[in-house]
């Protein structure tokens, strides 16, 4: 059984203001992510399919030229391959789950935890 407190974990910074805990499966990666406000997370896009939950916080969220802005509870669905931004308007804590799994961000993630 594989398993981790994502609540005690210590956060990853892949960039200023980013605070990231992964876990991955073999099909799904769930991310435990902080964003300070003011924060972007930039237009991109990818092959995986994306929950993404509001816990606290405020985000605006752009999908596919849609913009919305997300409070605790919240959550948006990103189908594949669909253009996708966010920006913290407060600090901000999401959920964020990805099927299949993330294993390019996972690699990244772990070259980070190994520095």
Known sequence: MKTENLFEKAHLNPAEGFHIRPFSGENTTLLHIRLEAGKVAPRHNHIHEQLTLVVSGELEY?????????????????????????????????????????????????????S
């Open 62 to 114: 752009e999908l596919e030229g849609e913009v919305r802005v997300l409070t605790a509870g919240e959550v948006v669905f990103v189908p594949s391959n669909a253009f996708h931004s966010a920006k913290a308007l407060t600090d901000t804590i999401v959920i964020e789950a990805f099927s299949p799994a993330r294993t390019d961000l996972m690699e990244k993630l772990a070259a980070l935890e190994g």
